[in-house]
Structures are given as C-alpha cells and as structure tokens.
C-alpha cells in the first residue's frame, strides 16, 4: 500500500500554548486534525469556562485561513473546583473535559490536585453529567522511581478512584506502561487511554543514546521495550475495541528550555504527527487499523460525531527540518533532520 486515504483524524490531547507560540505550532495541527483537545496548562492555568472559551477565541483567530480545524477545551482541575462549574462544563459544548494533573506531576503543574477525596462532590457531579475525567497518571512522591510512577498511580490513585466513582468516564492520559494497557483492559467501558506517537515509537534508551538527549525527554518519561511493545500491541491489535485512541501530546518547548541545567519534559510531533502514527501501524502491520484509532475511537468515547472529510498520506519519505519557528525563538521538532517514511497529500479530498 503507497497510498491510504482516512477519515480525518483528531488529535486527542494537545498543547497548544498561547500568544506567539501557538501562532508558530497551530498551523501544523491544523493541517492533519479536524479537532483537537488542548490542554489547559497555560501559565496561569485554566480554571474557569469563561477562560476556556476565551482560549478557544484565540485558538480560531491563529488558524491559518480557511482552516476549519476546531479546538475542544479543557479546565484545569484545581481545589477550588466546584460542581456548580462542572454543570456550566456540561452546557458548554466547546468545552469537553476537565484535566487532573497530581501537583508537580509535570509542566505547569503547580496548581494540580493535592486531594482527590477533597473533590469527591466534583467528580460525583462529572459522573452525573458524563463530563470526562482527563488524566495525567503519575504520582509525585519525590521518593517514587521516576519510571515507576505511572505503574504507582495506577494502582493506587486510579485504582481508588475508578472503584469510588465507576460511572465516572476517565482517559487516562498518554500511557506508557504494560500496567496502564492491564488496567485498561480490566476495566469497562467508561475508561479509555489516548497513546502518543512517542511512546509508541521509542523506549527508554532514546533518551541515552550516544549522550543526553533533551529532545527526547517527557512525561511520563519513556519506558523500556516491553513497555513500548505493550502500547503498540494495545493501539494496532484487533483488540483495540475502541479504548485506545490517538493522543500526540505534542508539548513545543523553546531550545533555550530544552538545553538548561534543568530542561523541560515535552516532545514536538505536530508536524509530522499522523505520519509518525502511519509507520507504527504499518511497522506493526496494521495500516487498514490506523483509521479507527486516529478518526474513531475518539469522538465514539467522547460521544462527538466522527469527522466527515477524509485525509490522504502517501509513503513517500521526506526529510524533517533540524528547527521549527516558536515564537522569536525555536524548537527542535522529534525526527528532527531525519526521514519520515509517510507524509500527507497536500489536499484532502
Ligand atoms: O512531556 C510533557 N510535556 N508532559 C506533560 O505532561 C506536559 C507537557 C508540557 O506541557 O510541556
Ligand atoms: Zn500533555
């Protein structure tokens, strides 16, 4: 197969940034997804609808020209969430989750969540108004092995949390782990995993491999193969009844900010994002797959219609720059200077 045309995909967890940087990053998401679901993680967070929708204002307004690409929006989920917000969650169809990050789990995670008990009415009024639980699945023990902590929350946190509130819908969150793809798995239908592109295609060593590699560190931090084959196995197996779905979690962090004493943890896939997935289904022999984790599986969960537009990718490699614009400064996007075996057709059809 050189050719394949899809339903559109959407891109289940994104970051997006804000002012300049999004200017710089919109235009390659736009050019792949239909939708996607961007992240709140902006500093200072975003807490309320009212930002959200402000957001997304400024989200449309960066869109290249005549780019129908469409934002979903997420809030921030704090101690000083209510119910009363869920509700106006669930009335505001623009806006379609809420996000927990543990406190210091990841970037701009100050403001995260210390308790879950605290919010057991919150999440009671999500459950109640099938308002999606969106995950970042680690704890932050500061003892805890930094590999372990997907693996930990699982069975503790999440664990807990799911037996609590069983109709609650939860994603967990860009797994990484044999235990997370188990824990899918166990459960029912109300949970549901989104999986980078990353994580599918490097393990741990990456981050080693011949010295430091900043651009290849992010959280939850890569994990050995059988951890990776776990994840490939779970996304492109016939299996994949639909809890699986594409989630690039592209994360732009400026060079400045990835070569410091203390880098930052995100790697930038939006530019080549649906093809990085290609040569992992194909990799694994499941290209005819492909469309229903990238364009199905998504919206089925979320309860959104799934796109009607259709993409083409062609196998025809070509070569990533070494830099992509951020703002007044730069990134080092993931293949960066190096072969991408598919690339889209420059219309869809
Ligand atoms: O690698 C990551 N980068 N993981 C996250 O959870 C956050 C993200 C970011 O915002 O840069
Ligand atoms: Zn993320």
């Given at each position: 197969?050189?050719?394949?045309t899809?339903?559109q995909?959407?891109?289940?967890?994104?970051?997006?940034?804000?002012?300049?940087q999004?200017?710089?990053?919109?235009?390659?998401?736009?050019?792949?997804?239909?939708?996607?679901?961007?992240?709140?993680?902006?500093?200072?967070?975003?807490v309320?609808v009212?930002?959200a929708?402000g957001?997304?204002?400024?989200?449309?307004?960066?869109?290249?020209?005549?780019?129908?690409?469409?934002?979903?929006?997420?809030?921030?989920l704090?101690?000083?969430?209510?119910?009363?917000?869920i509700?106006?969650?669930?009335?505001?169809?623009?806006?379609?989750?809420v996000?927990?990050?543990?406190?210091?789990a990841?970037?701009?995670?100050?403001?995260?969540?210390?308790s879950l008990?605290?919010?057991?009415?919150?999440?009671?009024?999500?459950?109640?108004?099938?308002?999606?639980?969106?995950?970042?699945?680690?704890?932050?023990?500061?003892?805890?092995?930094?590999?372990?902590?997907?693996?930990?929350?699982?069975?503790?946190?999440?664990?807990?949390?799911?037996?609590?509130?069983?109709e609650?819908?939860?994603?967990?969150?860009?797994?990484?782990?044999?235990?997370?793809?188990?824990w899918?798995?166990e459960?029912?239908?109300?949970?549901?995993?989104?999986v980078?592109?990353?994580?599918?295609?490097?393990?741990?060593?990456?981050?080693?491999s011949?010295?430091?590699?900043?651009?290849?560190?992010?959280l939850?931090v890569?994990?050995?193969e059988?951890?990776?084959?776990?994840?490939?196995?779970?996304a492109?197996?016939?299996?994949?009844?639909?809890?699986?779905?594409?989630?690039t979690d592209?994360?732009?962090?400026?060079?400045?900010?990835k070569?410091?004493?203390c880098?930052?943890?995100?790697?930038?896939?939006?530019?080549?994002?649906i093809?990085?997935?290609?040569?992992?289904?194909?990799?694994?022999?499941?290209?005819?797959?492909?469309?229903?984790?990238?364009?199905?599986?998504?919206?089925?969960?979320?309860?959104?219609?799934?796109?009607?537009v259709?993409l083409?990718l062609?196998?025809?490699?070509?070569?990533?720059?070494?830099?992509?614009?951020?703002?007044?400064?730069?990134?080092?996007?993931?293949?960066a200077?190096?072969?991408?075996?598919?690339?889209?057709?420059?219309?869809?059809s």
């Amino acid at each position: 197969m050189d050719s394949l045309t899809i339903t559109q995909p959407d891109d289940w967890h994104l970051h997006l940034r804000d002012g300049d940087q999004l200017i710089s990053v919109i235009a390659d998401t736009a050019a792949r997804f239909g939708r996607a679901v961007v992240m709140p993680n902006l500093k200072p967070p975003v807490v309320s609808v009212a930002q959200a929708l402000g957001y997304r204002e400024r989200i449309l307004a960066a869109r290249p020209p005549g780019s129908a690409f469409e934002p979903l929006m997420t809030l921030y989920l704090t101690a000083d969430t209510t119910p009363a917000q869920i509700q106006q969650v669930a009335a505001t169809p623009q806006v379609v989750g809420v996000k927990l990050y543990p406190a210091g789990a990841t970037t701009n995670s100050e403001a995260g969540v210390t308790s879950l008990d605290a919010l057991t009415p919150v999440f009671e009024a999500m459950a109640e108004h099938a308002v999606p639980l969106l995950i970042h699945g680690e704890t932050t023990d500061p003892n805890d092995d930094v590999f372990d902590r997907e693996a930990r929350f699982v069975d503790g946190a999440l664990t807990r949390l799911h037996g609590r509130h069983p109709e609650l819908k939860i994603v967990l969150e860009h797994i990484t782990t044999a235990d997370a793809v188990a824990w899918i798995g166990e459960t029912g239908p109300r949970t549901a995993a989104t999986v980078t592109a990353h994580h599918l295609l490097l393990n741990r060593n990456a981050i080693f491999s011949g010295g430091l590699r900043p651009h290849h560190y992010c959280l939850p931090v890569l994990k050995r193969e059988r951890h990776r084959e776990a994840l490939v196995e779970a996304a492109t197996s016939v299996a994949n009844t639909g809890k699986y779905f594409l989630g690039t979690d592209s994360a732009p962090h400026s060079i400045a900010n990835k070569h410091s004493a203390c880098g930052c943890a995100g790697i930038y896939t939006a530019h080549a994002a649906i093809e990085l997935y290609a040569e992992v289904f194909e990799a694994a022999g499941a290209l005819d797959r492909l469309e229903a984790f990238a364009s199905f599986h998504g919206p089925d969960f979320y309860g959104l219609p799934r796109n009607r537009v259709m993409l083409n990718l062609v196998r025809e490699a070509w070569t990533v720059p070494e830099t992509l614009s951020l703002g007044d400064e730069l990134l080092v996007p993931l293949r960066a200077g190096e072969r991408v075996r598919w690339r889209i057709a420059a219309q869809p059809s």
